[in-house]
RNA sequence: GCGAGAGUGGCGGAAUUGGUAGACGCGCUGGAUUUAGGAUCCAGUUCCUCAACCGGAGUGGGGGUUCGAGUCCCCCCUUUCGCACCA
């Protein structure tokens, strides 16, 4: 169209984007700015990370925006002096790709490989600053190859274990499911409800780890509070007491855990999960064993989802059997209740009606017996009889024989004690953390480095073996067993111990489990016989910034702790912690609000705006419409302002570019200038200060805010000084450096400096010169805002005062009134309080 | 239900520690220039009242602390996210 035709040529004119652009993408790759040298000095190095990328197409704008604020981060650190490793991979094994593979009939290395190519040739075209010597792809054997070191070490201190038990089952994916990967009872990739089914499996022992993971969030004040609260819930350590009760009739041990002891001789039933093993030995009778045998494969067939819900009324099946309380030998009835957890503590519970919700709602639709054993406080007592819900808060123990009268914690604390010393009860910490389950019955992951010998069992490959290879094979349809399974050549070796016929085991590992130590590959990528010298992580770890989605808060960075703890205690890592900072960036968000998804269909290419706008103009669009935690509404909108201070402010500022050899390091006094230069040469400082704060913080979008105020205030005409005017112009450039990268380093070119701006010293702001030296002075009576007066920088309440009762204003105000209190806040307000 | 955020003009958002609410930008209104503009420049733009000045109200609602509250405290509403029978 013609229209454009014109606005197009006019700005061609000024800046052509697409040439500049270009231009110093290539300078960047040749010159190898971004490449880190190997081990530099740990007080100047800055390891800067994102979530490395799922290649399942082109990168999106949520893409843009993660890799915008590191790429912005590594900019500005840069110019500070740091060495930086700003490094980027692919997380390119799992199901996605594979369903992909099979919907399209390729191979899932194909589909990934060209997925990868297609995304990385688009971060190159935006420019961030990785270094590309160092990227690594997961589903490549000299990456696995340490991704099975690290099961094997694992393996080695029984880290890495099998067992039979129930376990999430996707029916879809026709696979198991991490608890972390059940999402509302749903698959998390495809959304069918998922499935209770018992089979041998491998386990990640994290639950040895849920204390330390738990106790060093307090060692992470840089990250955000709600991930800490997300991860403490999610390991969700309680403490309390392990109670044995015991069958009557065979005296079998019934431990139960609970975190209130003191409500034990409230216990009117115990109740037991559906799944659970004990029901088996009961031997119970015909009419018991007939209805429990019915209760159990009811509940078995139902959805999590369903079990959980609240609304659900609870229900269960007495025993026919009892358990004796071993406080005061007590009988009570024993029910199977499908409200017990059978994953959580013993899978029983001592239920107590008078004091727990839930145990409540049972006992009165079953008619069991309710016992009040805490009162509120010495004068409010409860009746059984009268109670619509159980009193579930701390009180003084009642008809609880020799605690009576005991409060609270301490009556917890006495109970226990007490158990314990007569050997039927401990202090016991319960954790809702479960082993992580990381074997998957798909072909796409990385091989289980394990050989299954009939004589000698679980028996781990050599080191000197790794990796092993992941076959490639044209059939990897899922069908609820491993696809690998079905490969001869691949499952039939000999085992390494005895040499006789064995067989490999079958399963892949999960994808998290090959992205919870991507980022220790990057320090060392090329190095074929370890994961990574040591000496070299000292030199980047941990991680100065991590910046991501939320999404990962209790899987990926659980998982991310959990690998860094066992590397550090297993000597190849002095940190206890893989990342000092994390930074969760916000959504970015289509016109109605919603997230952008490829499901929901209402993305917007990130490479199209690219080619339209440049890289610069969307860098800074994106970056000023909120700040980086905040959600995004895309909007072109956004992208009228910017470019307008692109092109008309910016570009233009070499117009007025006057060589002068400036000294970027001088201070300017009041004496040296104008009074016009000396306020242009404040509000350059102010600059600094304010954009200096702002990036520290990755608001950006602040940071562009005074770079606007500046350039609007700035005219060269009006500036008399050519060394303050040269300032101004090179410093802004410096400044946009982190932001728009592209632009800075081609008007630094044209400023006539060496290659590269960002090897320039990012500018520091004059303490002399912040302030102006006329500030004004808000003069409030009683708090409200009723004049300003003019007064120095430095003046004192005497000033202020004088100046604001010269104000026949303020005298009014004060006429025939009383002034009870005069408040000075030097440099801000003053404030007149009278009656 | 529990836990953690958030709620500021027509819109995106500013306002480290309580100290002139609405920076910066979008949009809108008026003007200039132009054959024309979705270009550029200038002015205005929280709401109410007013010709104007002056004044009044104002950061989801209600209360409180304070000379002074968007910011701190209490109650409530809305909303986002997380967890969801964890004994």
């Given at each position: 169209m013609?229209?454009?035709?014109?606005?197009?040529?006019?700005?061609?004119?000024?800046y052509?984007?697409?040439t500049?652009?270009?231009?110093?993408?290539q300078?960047?790759?040749?010159?190898g700015?971004?490449e880190?040298?190997e081990?530099?000095?740990?007080d100047?190095?800055?390891?800067?990370?994102e979530?490395?990328?799922?290649?399942?197409?082109d990168?999106?704008m949520?893409?843009?925006?993660?890799?915008?604020?590191?790429?912005a981060?590594t900019r500005?650190q840069?110019?500070l002096?740091?060495t930086?490793?700003h490094?980027?991979?692919?997380?390119?094994?799992?199901?996605?790709?594979?369903?992909a593979?099979?919907?399209r009939?390729?191979?899932?290395q194909?589909?990934?490989?060209s997925?990868i190519?297609?995304?990385r040739?688009?971060?190159q075209?935006?420019?961030?600053?990785?270094?590309?010597?160092r990227?690594?792809?997961?589903?490549?054997?000299?990456?696995?190859?340490?991704?099975?070191?690290?099961?094997?070490r694992?393996?080695?201190?029984?880290l890495?274990y099998?067992?039979?038990?129930f376990v999430?089952?996707?029916p879809?994916?026709k696979?198991?499911l991490?608890?972390?990967?059940?999402?509302q009872?749903?698959?998390?990739?495809?959304?069918?409800?998922?499935?209770?089914?018992d089979?041998?499996q491998?386990?990640?022992?994290?639950t040895?780890?849920?204390?330390?993971l738990?106790?060093?969030?307090?060692?992470?004040p840089?990250?955000?509070e709600n991930v800490?609260?997300?991860q403490?819930?999610?390991?969700g350590?309680?403490?309390?007491?392990e109670i044995?009760?015991?069958?009557?009739?065979?005296?079998?041990?019934?431990?139960v855990?609970t975190t209130?002891?003191?409500t034990?001789?409230?216990?009117?039933?115990?109740?037991?999960?559906?799944?659970?093993?004990?029901l088996?030995?009961?031997?119970?009778?015909?009419?018991?064993?007939?209805k429990?045998?019915e209760?159990?494969r009811k509940a078995l067939?139902?959805?999590?989802?369903?079990?959980a819900s609240?609304t659900?009324e609870?229900d269960?099946?007495f025993?026919g059997?009892y358990?004796?309380?071993?406080?005061?030998?007590?009988k009570?009835q024993l029910?199977v209740?499908?409200?017990v957890?059978a994953?959580?503590g013993?899978?029983?519970?001592m239920?107590v009606?008078g004091?727990d919700?839930?145990?409540?709602?049972f006992a009165r639709?079953?008619?069991?017996?309710i016992?009040?054993?805490?009162?509120?406080d010495k004068?409010?007592?409860?009746d059984?009889?009268?109670?619509?819900?159980?009193?579930?808060?701390?009180g003084?123990?009642?008809?609880?024989?020799e605690?009576?009268?005991?409060?609270?914690?301490?009556?917890i604390?006495?109970?226990?004690d007490?158990?314990?010393a007569?050997?039927f009860g401990?202090?016991?910490?319960?954790?809702?953390l479960?082993?992580?389950?990381?074997?998957?019955?798909?072909y796409?992951?990385c091989p289980i480095?394990?050989?299954h010998?009939?004589?000698?069992?679980?028996?781990?490959?050599?080191?000197?073996?790794?990796?092993v290879?992941?076959p490639?094979?044209t059939?990897f349809?899922?069908?609820?067993?491993?696809?690998?399974?079905d490969?001869?050549?691949?499952m039939?070796?000999?085992?390494?111990?005895?040499?006789g016929?064995?067989r490999?085991?079958?399963?892949?590992?999960?994808t998290f489990?090959c992205?919870?130590?991507?980022?220790?590959?990057?320090?060392?990528p090329?190095?074929?016989?370890?994961l990574m010298?040591?000496?070299?992580?000292?030199?980047?770890?941990?991680v100065?910034?991590?910046?991501?989605?939320i999404?990962h808060?209790t899987?990926?960075?659980l998982?991310?702790?959990?690998?860094h703890?066992f590397?550090?205690?297993?000597?190849?890592?002095?940190?206890?912690?893989?990342?000092?900072?994390?930074f969760?960036?916000?959504m970015v968000?289509?016109?109605?609000?919603?997230v952008?998804?490829?499901?929901?269909?209402?993305v917007?290419s990130p490479i199209?705006?690219?080619?339209q706008?440049?890289?610069?103009i969307?860098?800074?669009?994106?970056?000023f419409?909120?700040p980086?935690?905040?959600e995004?509404?895309?909007?072109e909108?956004?992208?009228t302002?910017?470019?307008?201070?692109v092109?008309n402010?910016?570009?233009a500022?070499?117009e007025?570019?006057?060589?002068s050899?400036?000294?970027?390091?001088?201070?300017?006094?009041h004496?040296d200038l104008s009074d016009?230069?000396?306020?242009?040469?404040?509000k350059?400082?102010?600059t600094?200060?304010?954009?200096?704060?702002s990036?520290e913080?990755?608001?950006?979008?602040?940071?562009i805010?005074?770079?606007?105020?500046?350039?609007r205030?700035?005219?060269?005409?009006?500036?008399?000084d050519?060394?303050?005017n040269?300032?101004?112009?090179?410093k802004?450039?410096?400044m946009l450096?982190?932001?728009a990268?592209h632009l800075s380093?081609?008007?630094?070119?044209?400023?006539?400096?060496?290659?590269?701006?960002?090897?320039?010293?990012?500018?520091?702001?004059?303490?002399d010169?912040i302030?102006?030296?006329?500030?004004n002075?808000?003069v409030?009576?009683?708090g409200k805002?009723?004049?300003?007066v003019?007064?120095v920088?430095?003046?004192?309440q005497?000033?202020?005062?004088?100046?604001?009762?010269?104000?026949p204003?303020?005298?009014?105000y004060?006429?025939?009134?009383?002034?009870v209190?005069?408040?000075?806040?030097?440099?801000?307000?003053?404030?007149?309080?009278?009656?």
């Open positions: 013609a229209g454009d035709m014109t606005i197009d040529e006019k700005t061609n004119q000024r052509d984007f697409q500049v652009e270009k231009k110093w993408q300078r960047w790759i040749e010159s700015l971004f880190a040298e081990s530099p000095d740990p100047k190095s800055f390891y800067m990370l979530m490395f990328a799922y290649p399942s197409g990168i999106h949520g893409h843009f925006r993660n890799y915008i604020i590191g790429d981060v500005y840069m110019m002096g740091k930086v490793l490094p980027f991979g692919w997380d390119a094994f799992g199901l996605p790709a594979e369903r593979a099979i919907a009939n390729i191979h899932p194909d589909w990934t490989l997925n190519a297609v995304s040739k688009t971060l075209k935006v420019g961030i600053s990785y270094d590309w010597s990227e690594i792809v997961t589903s490549e054997p000299d990456y696995y190859k340490f991704t099975q070191w690290i099961f094997l694992m393996f080695e201190k029984g890495a099998r067992k039979r038990g999430n089952w996707c879809e994916d696979t198991v991490a608890n972390e990967q059940v999402v009872g749903k698959c998390e990739r495809c959304g069918t409800l998922v499935e209770k089914k089979q041998v491998w386990y990640f022992k994290i040895d780890y849920a204390d330390r738990t106790d060093d969030l307090d060692k992470l840089d990250w955000p800490k609260t997300m403490r819930e999610w390991i350590r309680s403490y309390g007491a044995d009760f015991t069958v009557e009739e065979t005296g079998e041990k019934l431990p855990f209130r002891p003191d034990i001789f409230g216990v009117t039933f115990m109740a037991v999960a559906p799944e659970s093993e004990l088996d030995s009961l031997n119970l009778d015909g009419e018991f064993a007939a429990v045998a209760y159990r067939a139902r959805s999590d989802i369903e079990r609240v659900e609870k269960g099946v025993t059997k358990a004796i309380n071993p406080f005061n030998g007590e009570v029910w209740a499908d409200y957890l994953g959580y013993t899978g029983a519970v239920a009606p004091h919700t839930r145990d409540f709602a639709k079953y008619h069991i017996p016992k009040v054993v805490i009162h509120p004068d409010t007592k409860l059984a009889k009268e109670m619509t819900d159980a009193y579930t808060e701390y003084v123990m009642v008809n609880s024989a605690f009576d009268g005991l409060v609270g914690k301490d009556a604390r006495k109970v226990t007490h158990a314990e007569k050997q401990r202090h016991k910490v319960n954790f809702k479960k082993d992580w389950s990381l074997s998957r019955q798909r796409w992951g480095p394990i050989i010998c009939q004589k000698c069992g679980e028996v781990p490959v050599a080191d000197e073996n790794l990796p290879e992941l490639k094979v059939n349809q899922p069908k609820g067993r491993s696809p690998l399974a490969v001869p050549e691949y039939n070796v000999a085992c390494p111990k005895c040499g016929d064995a490999r085991d079958p399963d892949t590992m999960d489990v992205s919870s130590w991507y980022y220790l590959r990057y320090i060392d090329h190095n074929e016989n370890a010298e040591k000496p070299k992580g000292k030199s980047w770890l941990p100065d910034l991590y910046v991501g989605g999404t808060a899987g990926h960075l998982y991310f702790r959990f690998f703890k590397l550090h205690d297993i000597g190849l890592l002095d940190s206890l912690e893989p990342a000092t900072k994390l969760n960036h916000g968000c289509d016109g109605k609000g919603e952008m998804s490829k499901s929901k269909g209402n917007v199209e705006l690219i080619d706008r440049g890289v610069d969307s860098r800074l669009g994106m970056f419409t909120a980086s935690e905040r995004v509404i895309w909007s909108d956004t992208l302002g910017v470019e307008k201070f092109y402010k910016i570009v500022l070499i007025g570019y006057r060589s050899a400036v000294d970027l390091k001088r201070y300017f006094k004496a016009d230069d000396w306020a242009l040469y404040v350059l400082n102010q600094i200060k304010k954009v200096t704060e990036v913080r990755l608001q950006f979008n602040t940071a805010a005074a770079l606007m105020e500046l350039t205030d700035y005219s060269p005409d009006k500036t008399a050519d060394g303050l040269d300032q101004v112009i090179v802004t450039i410096q450096a982190p932001l990268p380093e081609e008007l630094w070119e044209k400023c006539g400096f060496e290659f590269s701006v960002l090897h320039s010293d990012w500018p520091q702001f004059d303490p010169a302030v102006t030296d006329l500030i002075v808000a409030q009576i009683n805002l009723r004049h300003t003019q007064v920088a430095d003046a004192d005497e000033l202020v005062e004088a100046a604001a009762f010269e104000s204003k303020i005298q009014q004060v006429a025939d009134k009383t002034i209190k005069k408040i000075y806040v030097p440099g801000r307000i003053f404030n007149i309080v009278v009656r």
